[in-house]
Structures are given as structure tokens and as C-alpha cells.
């Protein structure tokens, strides 16, 4: 593999790691806030 | 300015959205689940619905019509523009749902702040709802072809994301109400502004990201499965969008769809004062049950739709049908005996109507071929706006018949929970009737007669 690519490899992995983080943090967010929310019903 | 906008448009063409090689395929869920997040908004509506009653000054009806227009346009933007979406590809198709979608929200708040109540029905209504057809069925098409080894796991991945939409919508939306404003209801039109924006960027950054793979392009180390090595339904070959509604496949499909999703509806419209009337919980207990569902409905989408993968579509479709309609017999003939029961029943069904909702593209794509699948799966999903339609006014009849008759407690849902099994029994016997697609339905076998006839055109043309 040349420089250039492993480069270009290593950005695709970065770039991928930031949009899950995008997508996964405010979903965790989420269930997080409906899991407080079920609290009430074991309460 | 020409040029500018040439390049504009340009930049959504489908050539150039070709991914190079070594392009991660990764990249390509996050993307998806960008815009299905953000347009699953579409179930936390009723966070909105009292700031607007008191807005407008009106009763339910009219402010639950908008909701209702939303899902019928679902259904029917994404069967209009399936065709469309396959065309221009998935930017352009993400590109123009992100439009719609924000400026449903810019539309609605000028509406409100105007105290017009149909330009909330044009903007979140009509133009919103186009934006969710365009908006859902595009990832998913795309998804399919990145992931020819696992689509079940993809389709799975994006439509999670569409009922994961509301985890945040729902808990955003109740702290903008209380950040704007100290009443509710002057809060609505800043609120409806910053969704707008938010759901703007969050899908226009999925537009920018989002790749097909090229013709030529396999996942590394896998090779597509020949036609013996796949299972009796699944085809190699490709069926057209038009042909596909001329085959019986397709209409068991609309069938077991609408009757799944008429199922799951059942108990999600009643699941508040279900739980209340069965077992006296508080108001506060009641929410916390909705939110269980409402994971139990996003569990079920991954989950499920990845399982399918390894057991099959059709043997999948039996486990959410049959064992649901066991579940709900059991359900309506002795739920009220057991909180422990009922809650287990109750979440079990939700994953089922999940993982149905999930699952069918991937049936499509078995059935069909991937050339026209997001086509095939828009035209399908009119049987959601049908069960949209048909599910609630169900319901709500038979609970007003029910109370009419001075029934209280359990005995409320009873009949309705009945209804819901038979109609899972019809979904389960559609299920069972699929068969492979005739090989007449194929595109190449279908090019071959179009073909065949102009040459015989042609010889009988030279020969008079």
C-alpha cells in the first residue's frame, strides 16, 4: 500500500468514526432520556 | 450564475455519486441513519399536540389531520417518486427530502404565527410528507446495494433509525417548548424553526456522504450467491417496478404489511390507557410503558431484520405473524392477570411490528432483485398509509362502541384485541402463499421479448 492510500485509509476511518459518533450520541441520548422516563412505571 | 448552478446540480447527479475505490462502506449507515432519524420526527408529533390545540383553539380532530396527511403522503410520495429516486440517485433524492422536510418545519411555523392552520397542513402535512416518502425509501435502496451479504442487517440499520427519531425528537422537543417561552404555546414557532434547522443540516451532511456502489463493485471476499446456491425465494435475477405490481408476490406483500402494521397499531394507539385500565398504573407509569415500546419497536428493527439474514425472510414473516398472533391471543384472554405477562407480551409484539416494517425491503430484494427495489418498496408502502388510515379508526370505533355498551377496565380492548388476531391470521396465510417471481417477470427475459417483437416488426415491415 503507498503512503497516499494509507493515508486516504486512515481519513476514511476518521471521517467514519465522527459520523457514527453523530448518529450514535444523540440516539444514546435519547434512549437514555425514554429509560428515565420508564423508571415511573417500576417506581 | 450559470455555471454555479450547473455545478450545483451536477454535484446531486447520480454519476457522481459513484464511489471510487477502497471507499468504506461504513461511511454509508451513518448517512442513512442521518436522515431517517431525523425524518422518524414524524412519531414524536404529539409532543406538539396540546401547545397546538390551545394555539389554534380547536379540538383533537383538526390537529391529529395533520399527522394523518403526513402518513398518507408517505405512502404516496414514495410510490410516485420511487422511480424517481432509482433515476437520479440517492443525493439527489436525500438532497430534495431534506427541503421538504425543513421547510414543512419553516411553513408550519409560519403558519402558526399567522394562526393559518392550513399552512401547517401544507408545510408539515403535504410538503413534510413528501419529504418522509423521498426521505425513506432512498437510504434504504442504497443501503441494499452496499450490503448484498448482510441486507437484512442494512435495511434493519436505517428503518432503527426512523423509529429511534422519536427517542430524540420527543425529549428535544419537550425541552425547546420549556426553553422558548413560559407557556408552551409561544414556543411552538421558534421550536418548529430550530427542528427545521437542525433536521436540515442532519440530513444535508447524509446527501454529502452518501455513495453507490460501482456496477462492478462487490463487498471483499464475497461472491454472489449463484441460483442454486440461494434459498427457493431469493432470485438473482431483476424484476421492474412495473412488472412487480402485476405479480401476486408483490400484492401478498402489500397484504402481510398492512395487516402487520394494522396489528402493531392496535396496541400502540391504546397502549397508554390499555395499561391504566388493566392495572391501574399512574399517567406518569403509562408514558414509561410508551417509551419501552417505543425501544422495543427499534430493537425489534435491527434485531429481527439481521436475524433474517440467517433464518430467511419468509421463515421471519411466520415468527412475527404466527407467534403474534399467539401472543395477542394470549394477550386479550388473559393480559390483565399478570403486569409481568402483559409487559413481556406487550414489548415482544412492538419488536415484531419492528421488525416487519424492517425486514420487508429485504423481502423485496429477495423476491425482486436490487435494480428497482426502492421503486418496488415506495409502491409498498401505500399499505402503510392504508393500515395509517384504517388501523386507528378501527380501534377508536370499537373503544367507542365498547364504552357506549358500558363496558370499563379490560373488557374495553377485548374485541379489538381479537380483531387484531384475525387479522394477523390473514397476514400469516399471505405470508405463506409467496412463491418465487416467474421468470417472465425478469428484466432481461422481458428485454429479450421487447426485443424479439421489434425485430418481428421490423421483418414484417421489410417483407411488405
Known sequence: MSESESRGGQSGVVVAVVLWALVLLPLLWGIYQTLTGVVALFA | MGVPREGAISFLARDRTIAGPGFNRWLIPPAALLVHLSIGEI??????????????????????????????????????????????????????????????????????????????????????????????????????????????????????????????????????????????????????????????????????????????????????????????????????????????????????LFCNVTAGIGLLEQAAPMIQDFFAVTAAAAAGFVGLLSLANMAGRLGWSSTSDYIGRKPIYMVYLGVGTVMYFVLA?????????????????????????????????????????????????????????????????????????????????????????GVLVIGFVANLLVRPVDSRFHMDREEDREKETASQGATAGSET
Open chain 2, 333 to 421: 384472554s388473559f393480559g390483565s392477570a399478570s403486569l409481568a405477562m402483559f409487559l413481556v407480551l406487550t414489548l415482544v409484539i412492538l419488536s415484531f411490528y419492528g421488525g416487519g416494517f424492517a425486514t420487508i425491503p429485504a423481502y423485496l430484494k429477495d423476491l425482486f432483485g436490487v435494480a428497482q427495489v426502492g421503486a418496488i418498496h415506495g409502491r409498498l408502502l401505500t399499505a402503510w398509509s392504508a393500515a395509517g388510515v384504517a388501523g386507528p379508526l378501527i380501534i377508536n370505533a370499537i373503544a367507542d362502541y365498547q364504552t357506549s355498551a358500558g363496558r370499563t377496565g379490560a373488557d374495553l380492548y377485548t374485541l379489538s384485541l381479537y380483531i387484531m388476531v
Open chain 2, 43 to 256: 412519531y414524536a408529533f404529539s409532543v406538539f399536540k396540546t401547545p397546538l390545540v390551545e394555539r389554534f383553539g380547536t379540538g383533537l380532530t383538526p390537529i391529529a389531520i395533520i399527522f394523518s396527511i403526513s402518513i398518507v403522503m408517505l405512502g404516496l410520495s414514495a410510490a410516485v417518486f420511487g422511480t424517481w429516486v432509482e433515476r437520479a440517485g440517492p443525493r439527489a433524492a436525500m438532497f430534495t427530502a431534506a427541503l421538504c422536510w425543513s421547510s414543512g418545519f419553516f411553513i408550519s411555523a409560519l403558519g402558526v404565527a399567522t394562526s393559518q392552520l392550513w399552512l401547517v397542513y401544507l408545510g408539515y402535512g403535504l410538503i413534510g410528507g413528501i419529504g418522509l416518502g423521498i426521505g425513506y425509501i432512498s437510504p434504504v435502496s442504497t443501503l441494499i446495494k452496499w450490503f448484498p451479504d448482510r441486507p437484512g442487517l442494512a435495511t434493519g440499520l436505517a428503518i432503527m433509525g426512523f423509529g429511534g427519531g422519536a427517542l430524540i425528537a420527543s425529549p428535544l422537543t419537550d425541552r425547546l417548548l420549556t426553553a422558548y417561552a413560559s407557556n408552551p404555546v409561544d414556543a411552538i414557532v421558534p421550536s418548529f424553526l430550530t427542528l427545521g434547522v437542525i433536521y436540515l443540516i442532519a440530513m444535508m451532511i447524509g446527501a454529502f456522504v452518501v455513495r453507490l456502489p460501482a456496477e462492478d463493485w462487490q463487498p471483499e471476499g464475497w461472491t454472489p450467491p449463484t441460483e442454486e446456491e440461494t434459498s427457493a425465494l431469493e432470485t438473482t435475477a431483476n424484476v421492474s417496478a412495473d412488472s412487480a405490481i402485476r405479480t401476486p408476490q408483490f400484492w401478498l406483500l402489500w397484504t402481510v
